[in-house]
């Protein structure tokens, strides 16, 4: 009993590093996938100027981000837009103020 006891032993740790390297192979690819696409859409916003500002409306944000992950109306003219964890405050249609937290946003401060 001793013996089969020590060959499910090996046995399990085998699977586990099976699991483990499959995860760093998946880990990798999946970086590889964030890498790529985060560096194009920002290379494409820098060349082409596309970025928001205090001031700007909605639909110019939605331009220049995209669709947010979520939002939330916060009272009866004001709105919060969220992409991942950073967020874009509004009032009345405009930017008010944002967090850039990830450091996501294509955000610019006039001069």
Do not use: W
């Not at 082409?48 to 992950?69: A, K, L, N, R, Y």
């Not at 709105?79 to 009345?92: D, I």
């Amino acid at each position: 009993m001793l013996t089969l006891s020590c060959n499910q032993t090996q046995s399990e740790k085998e699977y586990i590093k099976n699991l483990e390297l499959k995860n760093k192979a998946l880990e990798e690819e999946l970086s590889e996938i964030r890498g790529n696409s985060g560096r194009s859409k920002k290379q494409n916003r820098q060349k082409d100027g596309t970025f928001f500002t205090i001031g700007s409306t909605e639909d110019e944000v939605i331009q220049v981000m995209g669709e947010p992950t979520s939002y939330m109306v916060t009272a009866a003219e004001a709105r919060r837009f969220y992409y991942g964890l950073s967020s874009v405050y509004f009032y009345q249609g405009k930017v008010i103020s944002y967090d850039n937290i990830e450091g996501n946003l294509h955000v610019r401060v006039k001069r």
